[in-house]
């Protein structure tokens, strides 16, 4: 098979239902160039048997086992092994329109940038869509890639920190070394997508190109699983690049604003779900890092002061702070009291 322009990489983990849905809806793209690479990481219930007799339908399809290591690991073979020029991300129980990645690679050529991102939107188990759930960004067109995440930062949107809803030139990840980190499985891709953003342009597309499925009982659907506090090492890891990156205060200050309100949601979550005591050393461990912070948090204009308060009593104490902040609740009713 000649060498493709677009390599699409799906990782593939207990989606044995979905999947064939997933693959029938990427072999149905107008832009016709691409090779699929279904990179099966160990799952348990049939789906390394299903990418093969799937592949045997396509020459396009190309499939890699790999024992169980979880999401970055097996995008990580998908990055190694891509072909293209160019690379993209479907999730294994996800769909996407059949022009996407015809709008994208367009939209790449047409602007002369090397990332392209689309809007995404969500869909359930039987694939309706779930209205009021939208990755979606506030202006479109070209812009600095950075300005991906700090609009993240400036309205939760995660638009930006997603590999799902673009396409890359592959060089952004392979001359700079990216890779994604194989010790996360929440945050995987946000976690090291500021990276691939330096220095770049990006366009970004107004379009629902995309449909991510939100499943009963999947990797992010639990209440607070100990993996969670992926995220808040994500935070963190983004306030110290932006820390260290010169022409980034702004960013920075969002960074230290983000790194506060996560971690005390977080901890708010797994008191509510009891297995804040199992999560005691992890939250301990950022507990440190939110302490040499707090000179920062006090300063930062997008913490309120009411926040910046109770952040210098959580640093001080966050079982204080905590319990006070249930017995508030308490008192202001169910509406003021969802923590």
Known sequence: MPQPTISI??????????LPRTVQSILAQTFTDFELLLVEDGSPN??????????????????????????????NVGLD????????????????????????YNAIQESGVRI????????????????????????????????????????GSFYGPLSWNKLFDIRTFRDKGVRYDESMFFGDDASVLHLVFEGERAVCLPDVLYHYRTRTGQL??????????????????????????????????????????????FYCLAGAAGNRKELREGFGFHLKHLRAVLPDI?????????EKVRA????????LAYGLARIWGRAAGPAEGRL
């Not at 789906?47 to 995008?75: M, Q, W, Y």
């Not at 092994?81 to 994208?104: Q, T």
Request: include cysteine; charge should be negative.
């Open 116 to 155: 392209a991102a689309c809007t995404g939107d969500a869909i359930d188990e039987q694939g309706a869509t779930i209205p009021g759930r939208m990755v979606a960004k506030r202006e479109h067109g070209v812009c600095d890639a950075m300005d991906l995440l700090l609009e993240t930062f400036q309205t």
């Open 81 to 104: 092994n891509a072909r293209g020029a160019y690379i993209g991300f479907v999730d294994s129980d996800d769909l996407i329109e059949p022009d996407m990645y015809e709008r994208l």
């Open 298 to 306: 006090l300063r930062c204009p997008h913490v309120s002061l009411f």
């Open 220 to 265: 992010t659907g639990d209440a607070f699983p100990p993996r969670k506090l992926d995220d808040l090492r994500m935070y963190w890891d983004w306030l110290l690049y932006f820390a260290q990156r010169p022409g980034s205060t702004e960013l920075y200050r969002w960074a230290v604003a983000w790194y506060w309100k996560v971690f005390y949601t």
């Open 312 to 319: 210098l009593l959580f640093c001080f104490s966050p079982e």
């Open 46 to 75: 049939g789906c390394g048997e299903l990418c093969d007799e799937l592949a045997r339908t396509d020459p396009r399809i190309r499939v890699f086992h790999k024992p169980n290591g979880g999401p970055a690991s097996a995008a």
């Open 9 to 18: 990489v799906t990782t593939v983990y207990n989606a044995r239902e979905y």
